[in-house]
């Protein structure tokens, strides 16, 4: 399968980079915007977070970047320093075959360490304008041989009283540099800027016809990002779903999210453009009869093919834009049924949610997630179901028999019902239910403190609280095998709830990084896991269980 990041004109290294990231195809501003940027021309983008603004304008700095040189070439200007720090990861993961060298600059942050690295090595630049102003004044970033500038979240950057700023750096670069501009809104002040410091620039705007989608309920939840697995589980588990359709990003996301959904008790397969004919065409004849209820899929691979009226069309992650929204949640809801369209936003990409709904004229309802107390009665509800249609319908006459033998042999009928529902209802261990982190709500267009304290108060914590064990009740412990051994989450539940005999629910996050893998416990059942998880074997090795440390 080729590749349309091929027809851009970007260096194979580049490529590579993105085919590498599961990128499989330019979203509407990179198509837009990389092309122009790569013939010279300054460009004028009207995109947010979550269009891939980022690899529209790091992908053709990247291109044009002499890395034989050691100077500053690309400088990014961004309104808050966590964005400033998540378009340097981006440049990284971009550039990683171009070695690059990228550095961000914000306040907050040793000014004496910036200022080093600076001299020793940065060849773009990423700050926000107050801390990259300062540094121009003390004489230790010096933008002379500036040829790529990029104002990113202008609109932002204006709101939160920047302009001098960005105005005092922009006349500290050379006159010929290239200048890309993206912002939200294209407001008058941002033309304003955009007339006094491009040149002649290309505007990029995606494209908006209006589309309506009748016959479908469009619901969202908001939840931070590593909390959508445990939302999408959820909301397996509670919904009436036939069969579902779930859309993510990239290739990776949909393999992970397959393999992740699989591991923990929910059949499922993955589609996109990296699998043969034969492969896809398999797994859609068995979504097609009803064989497979779960298909992840990107938008590239769901488009053009048909896949049969599903019940529930997930957003697992957000579209690019709002006409991908359509084409997806129009696989739900045909024939005057009422198909159901969930999304899953994280805070971050709230605001685009307003596009999605101007453009199909029709509101989408905030939802909250079921409570793990509404999963557990649901699958109560649902076995209860499953017996009274079989006491009802099914001749049961061997099992009777069988149960009277075992009767005579002396047990108590109660006790064989009991132990005969915990074995029916043994997969549900391989499904525990995790906790998910609330979003706390603030207004829509968050504010300069705001988003600092995004920063500092809700990613710090997280951190903390994914290396000192989780939520009140539970307890870290730390197994040495992870991926490298394939460990999946499967195992790890598997291996800890029928092994050490604990319930499924006794078990939270699991987080399995290369060597090692944290899983959270039930506090009142660590002792007993520890104990009986000693000496055993996973996948042929010899597993160490232990209480994660603190660090
Ligand atoms: P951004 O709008 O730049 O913040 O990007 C939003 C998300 O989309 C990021 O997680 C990117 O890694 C991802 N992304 C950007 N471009 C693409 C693409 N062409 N295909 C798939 N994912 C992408």
Redesign the pocket.
């Known amino acids: 399968m080729s590749y349309a990041?091929e027809t851009l004109g970007l260096r194979p290294e580049l490529v590579k980079a993105?085919v590498e990231?599961?990128?499989?195809?330019?979203?509407p501003i990179?198509a837009g915007a990389i092309p122009a940027l790569l013939e010279g021309r300054d460009v004028l983008g009207q995109?947010?977070?979550?269009?891939?603004?980022?690899?529209?304008f790091a992908l053709p700095m990247l291109n044009g970047l002499d890395v034989n040189y050691h100077g500053v070439q690309g400088l990014i200007l961004t309104p808050t320093r966590e964005l400033a720090v998540?378009v340097c990861e981006?440049i990284y993961q971009y550039g990683q075959f171009r070695n690059a060298r990228v550095l961000p600059i914000y306040g907050g942050q040793s000014i004496m360490r910036q200022i080093k690295r600076l001299e020793r090595d940065a060849q773009i630049v990423v700050g926000t304008p107050g801390r990259v102003l300062d540094l121009i004044r003390r004489g230790s970033l010096k933008l002379g041989e500036i040829r790529y500038l990029v104002l990113d979240e202008a609109d932002e950057m204006l709101k939160m009283g920047f302009i001098e700023d960005v105005e005092a750096i922009l006349k500290e670069t050379p006159k010929e540099r290239q200048t890309a501009l993206f912002s939200a809104t294209l407001s008058p002040e941002i033309r304003r800027l955009a007339g006094k410091y491009m040149n002649d620039p290309v505007s990029v705007t995606i494209e908006s016809k209006v589309r309506t989608v009748e016959h479908t309920e469009q619901r969202y939840y908001l939840v931070h990002d590593e909390s959508k697995f445990a939302a999408l589980t959820r909301l397996l588990e509670t919904e009436e779903i036939n069969n579902v359709l779930v859309f993510v990003?990239?290739r990776v996301g949909a393999a992970e999210l397959s393999e992740n959904l699989n591991g923990r008790g929910y059949p499922a397969e993955a589609l996109h453009g990296d699998l043969s004919q034969d492969v896809r065409e398999t797994v859609l004849r068995r979504f097609r009869k009803g064989q497979l209820a779960i298909l992840v899929a990107t938008d590239v691979a769901a488009r053009g093919i048909d896949i049969p009226e599903v019940s529930h069309v997930v957003n697992y992650?957000m579209p690019?834009d709002p006409e991908d929204y359509v084409h997806r949640i129009g696989r739900t809801g045909r024939a005057g049924r009422t198909g159901i369209a969930i999304m899953l936003v994280t805070p971050r990409e709230r605001r685009r949610l307003r596009d999605i709904e101007s453009f199909t004229r029709q509101p989408m309802i905030r939802a909250t997630l079921p409570l793990a107390e509404e999963v557990y009665l649901r699958r109560e509800q649902r076995f209860q179901s499953i017996l009274n249609t079989l006491l009802l319908e099914e001749n049961l006459e061997a099992e009777l028999d069988f149960v009277r033998t075992l009767e005579q042999g002396g047990y108590d009928l109660a006790d064989l019902a009991a132990a005969a529902i915990r074995m029916a209802r043994s997969s549900e261990i391989l499904r525990p239910i995790d906790d998910i982190r609330e979003v706390v709500d603030r207004p829509d267009r968050p504010q300069r403190r705001e988003r600092v304290e995004d920063h500092d108060s809700s990613r710090r914590p997280e951190r903390a609280r994914r290396q000192n064990g989780q939520e009140p009740g539970m307890v870290r412990l730390q197994l040495n095998m992870g991926r490298e051994h394939g460990i999946r989450p499967g195992d790890v539940v598997g291996a800890i709830a029928s092994e050490a005999g604990i319930p499924g629910r006794a078990i939270g996050a699991i987080d399995i990084q290369k060597t090692r893998t944290f899983v959270d416990v039930k506090d009142i059942h660590v002792e007993s896991v520890l104990s009986k998880m000693s000496r055993r074997m996973l996948r042929g090795k010899e597993i160490t269980l232990t209480r994660a440390s603190n660090n």
Do not use: W
């Open positions: 990041f993105v990231l599961g990128y499989e195809q330019p979203t990179q995109a947010q977070t979550g269009t891939g603004k980022t690899a529209a998540q981006a990003r990239t992650d690019f």
